[in-house]
């Protein structure tokens, strides 16, 4: 498991979940695999009852299974729930897409475009991880610009789900460039203000993961619900 630093007044109950989240994105903590709580416990240097009370947490969204008396185990990845994800961030992130071509100032376009620059230096040193937390700022960005940051928080507990499919997703650089792509693309629609096209390219860039459904399976038949 990767371990980061715990942030300055964060709780433990917070880095507990924060680290256990990001572990199981990345498939630091792989699908269908048991977890001891007290080896997270020991692994992060916090105490039992954060480490518990953050997988209790995982659990309501589906991303960890807790067994009294057997343990707990990072769910198998359940495709109707990446799908519902998908489903949901798709259906917002048209409409703050249209908000943000209304919106968005010379400023907020310059930090997309400097996101994009970070995301073009992660791709050229190989950096998947990096990569991937730059790909999630620039979304994040695009609420923040529409000023819908507590819709971002709501639909945030169901993209873990979403999310383990799309790191499953970048396991070759052209992938990565696609993605990449899209991207400044997504910029380019903002800067002539033109919503429709800016709609069509969310929606392309959002449903890339269908296309490699069997392929993902194929690679990691263990991962997934049968």
């Known amino acids: 498991m990767e371990v980061t630093a715990r942030r300055a007044k964060e709780t433990a109950r917070d880095y507990a979940f924060r680290t256990l989240r990001k572990n199981i994105v ?32 995982l659990s309501k969204s589906q991303i960890v299974d807790i067994f009294p008396q057997k343990g707990s185990y990072i769910s198998k990845i359940d495709y109707s729930l990446v799908d519902e994800a998908r489903f949901m961030r798709l259906v917002l ?16 376009l310059n930090e997309l475009e400097h996101n994009i620059s970070l995301q073009q230096f992660y791709v050229d040193s190989d950096t998947t991880g990096k990569f991937f937390q730059m790909d999630n700022d620039f979304h994040e960005k695009l609420f923040i610009i ?8 709501l639909m945030d507990s169901m993209m873990i789900h979403f999310d383990r499919v799309r790191m499953m997703r970048l396991h070759t650089d052209k992938e990565v460039i696609e993605l990449l792509d ?12 033109d919503k429709e096209e800016a709609s069509e390219l969310m929606t392309k860039h959002l449903s890339r993961y269908k296309v490699d459904e069997e392929l993902i399976r194929r690679e990691h038949p263990d991962y997934f619900i049968k």
């Open 26 to 57: 990345m498939l630091k903590l792989a699908p269908g695999s048991m977890v001891s709580e007290k080896e997270l416990a020991v692994e992060m240097g916090i105490s039992r009852t954060p480490t518990r009370e953050a997988l209790i947490e």
């Open 93 to 108: 992130e048209k409409a703050v897409i249209e908000l943000v071509c209304e919106l968005a100032t010379e400023e907020d």
């Open 146 to 153: 529409a000023n819908k940051m507590q819709v971002y928080h």
């Open 182 to 193: 899209d991207h400044k693309d997504i910029v380019a629609a903002i800067r002539k203000r």
